[in-house]
């Protein structure tokens, strides 16, 4: 596991950059944290860095955004902090064939309808920041998580 500490806006945007910039070719991302720990700011950081255009929505009430890439493919922004039981995922018609990155916000609610994550984001509020605690669930999170963290003189917790 490695932690980040985001001290302001800023730092979050930076991070969103540096996920975007070092991402495999296809990854599934969730993302934990309370109402207001950032999430949807991180994942609307990442998906500006990879160059979506225009207005970048947060899924709370349609449940899923889905935004063109420009080197091909679709990225899926997941809020699923409204579904009561995972069997409602059917209902968004979630073929991933397209999909290059999936950023999943509240996926504990969707256990077993979700594909596995490569990287689990953990964000929590501490004073006037947050921290993120990146941690990797597969060799390609393992070898993303590397490659977001040179250089920028991070602490890892492994």
């Known amino acids: 596991m490695t932690e980040l500490w985001l001290p302001d806006a800023d730092a979050t945007d930076a991070l969103g950059a540096r996920l975007a910039h070092t991402r495999p070719a296809q ?35 349609t449940l899923v955004e889905r935004y063109p890439l420009a080197d091909g493919g679709e990225a899926w922004h997941l809020d699923l902090y409204r ?36 990287l689990t984001i953990e964000l929590a509020m501490r004073g006037p920041g947050r921290t993120a605690r990146l941690r990797a669930a597969t060799v390609a999170g393992e070898a993303w998580v590397g490659r977001v963290t040179v250089g920028h003189g991070v602490a890892a917790d492994s």
Not at 38 to 55: D, E, N, Y
Not at 88 to 110: C, I, M, Q, S, T
């Open 27 to 61: 990854a599934v991302v969730h993302l934990h944290g309370d109402l207001g720990a950032g999430k949807s700011t991180l994942a609307r950081a990442l998906l500006r860095a990879l160059g979506v255009q225009g207005a970048i929505r947060s899924p709370t009430y």
């Open 83 to 118: 579904i009561a039981d995972p069997g409602e995922l059917e209902f968004l018609g979630l073929d991933g064939a397209e999909v290059r990155l999936w950023l999943v916000e509240w996926p504990e609610r969707g256990l077993g309808g979700l594909p596995a994550p490569d």
